[in-house]
C-alpha cells in the first residue's frame, strides 16, 4: 500500500479508497524493457464506522498513464508532480501507471530526443490497456487516458494505442515533437491540454493558436501556475479527474 494523502507536500483530501501499487514491466516494439509502476483503487473507505459506500473494492473508474517530464534535465517518473497524480487519483478511484522512458532509472536503452520515446509511451498504454481488462474481471474495462508532463506531454501526444480514450498534455511544449506530426492532433478521441498561465516554455495563448485545428480538444488554463506546477498539483489531479468523468 502506499500513502495517498501524503504526496510532496500536496496531500489528496479524504481519499475514499487504499490504494495497491505494484510493480509492472513494459516492453516496446523494439524490445527495451521500460521500468514502470501501477497504483490501484484498493477497498472503499467506509465513511463512518460499520458504513459501506456500496461500491466494489478494486474496480478503477479509469487508468491515467503518465509520462514523465524530460530525462536530461532530471524528469523522471519519481517527479512531483507524477507522484502527486501516482498517488492521489487511485485514491479517487483512478488507478495510475507511470513509467521511465528509455535511458532513464532502470529502463534499457538510451534518450532519442523524443523520436523512440513515442514507442515507450505506446508500450505504457498497451500495458495499462492489458492491466485494466484483467483487473475488471466481468465488469466492461475502464478508459485508459494519457497524462504526460512537459517533455511527456510532447511524447505522449504523438503516441497513441487503439484502445486509448483520450490524451492529456500537462504543460506540454508543443515543441520537442512538431505539432502537426503530433497522432492526437487529428484523433477523433477527446483532447485536454492543461496550460499553466505563467508557462515559460508556451503561453496559453501560443498552445491555443497551435492546437487551433486539432479536433476536439481543449485548452484549460492553470491559474497562477507556471512550467513546473509548484503548488497546483491538487488542481492539474483535479482536472484530470473531471475530465476523466465526462468519459463514460
Known sequence: MIDAENSG???APGPPFTVEAFAVTAVTSDGIEL???AAWPGSPRPQSAGADDGSSGGTAAAVAVLSHPHPLYGGDMWNP???HLFRALPA???ATLRYNFRGTGRS????DDGKAEQLDAAAAFGTAVRLAADRSGSAGPPPVVSAGWSFGGDVSLAAGHDALSAWI???APLRIVDPVSMGAAADPRPKLL???????FRSPAEASEITEGWTNTQVDVISGGDHFLMGHARVVGEKIASFVS???
Not at 534499457?108 to 534518450?111: D, M, N, T
Not at 492543461?194 to 515559460?200: A, N, S, T
Open 92 to 94: 479517487s478511484g483512478i
Open 169 to 171: 498534455g500537462i504543460a
Open 35 to 37: 521500468e514502470a509502476e
Open 246 to 248: 465526462g468519459l463514460r
Open 194 to 200: 492543461l496550460v499553466p498561465e505563467h508557462d515559460q
Open 9 to 11: 507536500g500536496t496531500p
Open 108 to 111: 534499457g536503452g538510451s534518450h
Open 81 to 83: 508532480l507524477v507522484d
